[in-house]
């Protein structure tokens, strides 16, 4: 029998619907990333939010460095019209979310299944090719185990549940935390695996329901409220049972005066977080948007603060990524590089905000050394505060003609509407705040800083405070 347009087999085949959250500004980067490594199609973005068709497997989408955390798409629409409608209209209109189309629910939990059955069988067979002799060691455990006493064995099994359990409760709590380590990871997903192979029947299925609410809707319902009327609509459409402890799925759900959006979270850990970041420093998302622009090729790399404690959180990274034989680290001042001039064709640099270290006006001089040991045609990558822009716009540069090619906002100059594609044929468009907040970056860039040409500008948010990620190119000898 021929596969019918529902049938999830067909719709993997021709790629699966997700979305990522992402830092505020970071999305030009993510929608170039998820065309490039995962080869996406039907790439769109909204603010904090990018969306993606992909076949990738779960090993390539973990692989995403700018993305926050990924989502199965469910569902995503226009907001909901809060002023012209009753609280009573609006609780039913939220229902709707879960009764309008429950087949698309049940696609993309079949889906979500395939995904983690496939993943489990492929890390059994990945196991069992890095380990010949398992099988044979596995039969002599179990004959070894089957000499246990009974009640050695409950108790083997009753320690093993409640570590698990705590396990379990202590990633619950943390959340977002970018301290989790990749051992912890890894059982996370067998978890979750484990519980998509073990549930056959959507109905035997327990869940829990996250929400965001903000703007219009947020005035007149909680989260919490949202929560309950999906959680009641879920339990009578398909009989799922409410489980806020452990439950074998989370459904998402985030409601604004701009979107409507429903997901399953495809991973408990949050993709930002970095197994090996022992110490943590600027955000792993800021840091792999600065490298991915700088054109880094095979390079001797040499890390340099004038911290000890900086230095020394930093080689406890390193150790942790195994690299630390391949990285070299200098306790030098970044005014005082120990550098032949014109001898580094990469700088990428977070420039101290003044908080904790304090910069003054040494902006200019940080540029000028810079400038001195990085040769022609080399990329300098720079993250400033609103302070060092305004330093840098209102400074005098020598003349030399602006080059900037804003290939970002070429990439971002318009967005599709959420209008689901199979009710109006057409994809519109709309001017979001995000390409009119990257084309005020662009025409606010400061002039040549002497042979440093400024190429590319992007503001992007560090959560309480936002910053911009500046490229320049030298253009020629600085003669320093």
């Known amino acids: 029998m021929a596969a019918g347009p529902g049938d999830p087999v067909r719709r993997r085949a021709a790629g699966a619907r997700f979305f990522c959250t992402v830092g505020r500004g970071l999305e030009p980067f993510l929608m170039r990333e998820v065309r490039a490594r995962l080869e996406a199609s039907e790439v769109e973005y909204i603010l904090g939010k990018v969306f993606f068709t992909t076949c ?23 907001p909901f019209n809060v002023p012209s409608v009753s609280k009573g209209k609006l609780f039913s209109e939220v229902q709707r979310l879960i009764n309008d189309d429950p087949e698309s629910w049940l696609n993309v939990i079949s889906i979500w299944k395939n ?4 993943n489990a069988k492929k890390e059994n067979l990945s196991q069992r090719d ?19 006493k009974t009640e050695q064995m409950q108790e083997m099994e ?22 989790k380590r990749e051992k912890f990871q890894e059982e996370e997903f067998q978890n979750d695996a484990a519980k998509a192979v073990d549930t056959h029947k959507e109905n035997n299925l327990t869940f829990r329901v996250s929400c965001r609410c903000s703007g219009a809707i947020a005035k007149i319902f909680t989260a919490q409220e949202i929560g309950r009327i999906v959680g009641i609509a879920l339990m009578k459409q398909f009989g799922w049972k409410a489980d806020l402890r452990n439950p074998n799925l989370e459904i998402f759900i985030h409601l604004s005066d701009i979107y409507s959006v429903v997901g399953i979270p495809v991973f408990r850990v949050p993709l930002a977080s970095r197994a090996y970041i022992r110490t943590t420093g600027l955000r792993s998302t800021i840091a792999w948007a600065m490298a991915s622009i700088s054109e880094i090729k095979d390079v001797y790399y040499v890390g340099a603060d004038v911290s000890t404690s900086q230095l020394l959180g930093a080689s406890d990274n390193l150790k942790a990524a195994g690299l630390k034989d391949k990285i070299e680290l200098l306790k030098v001042s970044v005014i005082e590089l120990p550098l032949p001039s014109e001898s580094v064709d990469v700088i990428i640099s977070d420039i101290p905000f003044g908080k904790k270290f304090k910069l003054g006006k040494d902006i200019r001089s940080i540029l000028q050394e810079l400038e001195r040991v990085l040769r022609v045609g080399g990329t300098v990558v720079l993250l400033l505060s609103e302070a060092h822009h305004r330093r840098l716009k209102d400074g005098e540069g020598r003349s030399i003609p602006l080059n900037s090619k804003g290939g970002h906002t070429d990439e971002l100059g318009v967005a599709k509407c959420l209008i689901p594609e199979e009710k109006t044929g057409i994809a519109k468009t709309v001017s979001p705040s995000l390409e009119a907040s990257n084309q005020e970056c662009l025409d606010k860039m400061p002039p040549p800083f002497g042979s440093l040409v400024p190429m590319e500008c992007y503001k992007v948010s560090l959560g309480k405070t936002d910053a911009f990620i500046y490229k320049y190119k030298k253009s020629h000898s600085s003669g320093l």
């Open 56 to 78: 990738s497997d779960l090993n390539m989408l973990k692989k995403l460095k700018s993305a926050e955390r990924l989502f199965l798409l469910i569902k995503k629409q226009f």
């Open 115 to 118: 995904l983690l059955e496939l």
């Open 130 to 148: 890095a380990n010949p002799q398992k099988i044979k060691l596995g039969k002599n455990d179990t004959i070894t185990g089957k000499k246990l």
């Open 158 to 179: 009753e320690n093993r549940e409640c570590q698990l359990e705590k396990q379990i409760e202590e990633t619950l709590e943390q959340g977002d935390s970018l301290t």
